[in-house]
């Protein structure tokens, strides 16, 4: 069984940067895409950003592009999504997931995801 444990989310003041993990057991991490999404209060989920299984090529949300970096450790199953310049936007409940189908650039659609994880607060405050 694939599991995917985020961990990192806490409450940071705008201006200031954060870090998330997203640990992936049960399954080759290696064969996964990899991606973020978020969930802001009242909104639907939106994609943030995705990585490729080995080239490491990352793509992102324009809202992010420039402040946010995603990278991987295939050896150590762990994809990371860190954060600089936050703003009150960010607030949202940040999730990883994987997708095991798509080869090339990271899908947006939270469709093309099989397994994802639990969800990691970050609250932005002024």
């Known amino acids: 069984q694939v599991q995917l444990v985020e961990s990192g989310g806490g409450l940071v003041q705008a201006g200031g940067s954060l870090r998330l993990a997203c640990l992936v057991s049960?399954?080759?991490?290696?064969?996964?895409?990899m991606g973020w999404f978020r969930q802001a209060p009242g909104k639907d989920r939106e994609f943030v950003g995705g990585?490729?299984?080995?080239?490491?090529?990352?793509y992102y949300a324009d809202s992010v592009a420039g402040r946010f970096t995603i990278s991987r450790d295939n050896a150590k199953n762990t994809v990371w999504l860190r954060m600089k310049d936050l703003n009150t936007a960010d607030t949202a409940v940040y999730y990883c997931?994987?997708?095991?189908?798509?080869?090339?650039?990271?899908?947006?659609?939270?469709?093309?995801?099989?397994?994802w994880g639990q969800g990691t607060q970050v609250p932005v405050s002024l």
């Open positions: 997931a994987a997708d095991q189908d798509t080869w090339g650039i990271p899908r947006q659609s939270e469709n093309a995801y099989t397994y």
């Open positions: 049960g399954g080759t991490f290696g064969n996964y895409m």
């Open positions: 990585i490729t299984r080995s080239t490491d090529a990352a």
